[in-house]
């Protein structure tokens, strides 16, 4: 392999692994944001989720229980029976019910692609001190330090535009990851949006930009000592 042609993998492999580093802390923090139950009994305690429905919030958590047990699982449709005043009934209907089947397929699809990600990390990672040996630790902190970097640019550029306009970021997501009009629903009589109203995924956005941000921060401090250990030299 000529010496051209193995800059140009180094290059590409780099460039790969630094682009990696967004997306895997992106879709890990979503993944996390949807997992944990904090941030179901956040929402529907921030928007009275018990008093617009008549669901017990014991119910309620329960219910976000079988939503989280459902992306986890080989379940085809999501089937939520809870006590609404009084009567133990199916929560959401057949158009809602269709339309979790997309929002699970998607949601998998991110869970996936955190996997895959992080094997690809921790492989080149791996390979990386197989190759360079202890070497490979400075090389290795400007990569991640990089990777940072571009992950608070994008992160907070993302945050920014959802403070300003939200609603129209997400609609922008519903248009371009759904092929049909299945998220259409009705807020005033379908409970899936009464139950989870658009504040409350602005809320989980705020989250994973947040989680990311810090993240993203840690990533970056090699590069902050380096620079840091410069400036003391130069004085």
Not at 12 to 37: A, G
Not at 72 to 85: C, G, I, K, T, Y
Not at 180 to 190: A, I, V
């Amino acid at each position: 392999m000529t010496y051209r042609l193995k800059l140009f993998f180094k290059i590409l492999l780099t460039s790969i692994f630094i682009l990696c580093i967004p997306v895997f802390l992106v879709t890990s923090n979503v993944r996390w944001v949807i997992d944990t139950p904090l941030l179901y009994s956040y929402g529907f305690d921030k928007y009275d989720t018990a008093a617009r429905t008549g669901i017990e919030r014991p119910e309620l958590i329960k219910a976000g229980k079988l939503f989280r047990d459902y992306f986890n699982n080989d379940q085809e449709l999501l089937q939520v029976r809870v006590v609404q005043n009084g009567v133990l009934r199916n929560l959401y209907n057949a158009k809602e019910i269709a339309h979790m089947v997309d929002v699970k397929d998607l949601v998998q699809g991110v869970f996936d692609t955190q996997i895959y990600l992080g094997i690809f990390l921790a492989t080149f990672v791996g390979l990386g001190f197989l190759i360079y040996r202890l070497k490979w630790l400075r090389i290795l902190g400007e990569l991640i330090a990089l990777g940072g970097m571009l992950t608070l640019a994008l992160v907070v550029f993302v945050g920014l535009l959802s403070l300003i306009g939200f609603d129209k970021l997400f609609l922008a997501f519903h248009i371009i990851s759904f092929d049909n009009n299945l998220w259409q629903l009705d807020p005033r009589r379908d409970m899936l949006l009464i139950m989870f109203p658009e504040g409350f995924f602005f809320d989980a956005t705020m989250w994973i930009v947040g989680a990311t941000v810090v993240q993203a921060g840690i990533l970056c401090l090699y590069k902050c000592w380096i620079w840091m250990k410069k400036l003391r030299l130069k004085i």
